[in-house]
Nanobody, 119 residues
Framework: QVQLVESGGGLVQAGGSLRLSCAAS????????MGWFRQAPGKEREFVSS????????RYADSVKGRFTISRDNAKNTVTLQMNSLKPEDTGVYYC????????????WGQGTQVTVSS
């Protein structure tokens, strides 16, 4: 059974940093893409960033480019999202997700971790 467990959320002032981690288990993730999404109160869930497990190919939403960095540790089966220069609009619940690279939608989801950025 695939499990994705996020950690590292919290409260931070604008301009600060947080580091989110996603511990993945339950299968081999070769050929998978791992993504981070977020959902702000009253808004739809939106894509933040993704990375392919094999090649480490990354993608970012325009709103986080230059501020967020995604990485993966194959040996530990973890995906990390380093978030710098945080803004109040980055506030939301952040979710880790996984899918086969060629799939259209993400199959597996974590429970989410809250990130709150105060102004």
């Amino acid at each position: 059974q695939v499990q994705l467990v996020e950690s590292g959320g919290g409260l931070v002032q604008a301009g600060g940093s947080l580091r989110l981690s996603c511990a993945a288990s339950g299968r081999t993730f070769s050929g998978y893409a791992m993504g981070w999404f977020r959902q702000a109160p009253g808004k739809e869930r939106e894509f933040v960033s993704s990375i392919t497990w094999n090649l480490g190919t990354t993608r970012y939403a325009d709103s986080v480019k230059g501020r967020f960095t995604i990485s993966r540790d194959n040996a530990k089966n973890t995906v990390t999202l380093q978030m710098n220069s945080l803004k109040p609009e980055d506030t939301g619940v952040y979710y880790c997700a996984a899918k086969v690279v060629v799939a259209e939608s993400y199959t597996y989801w974590g429970q989410g971790t809250q990130v709150t950025v105060s102004s």
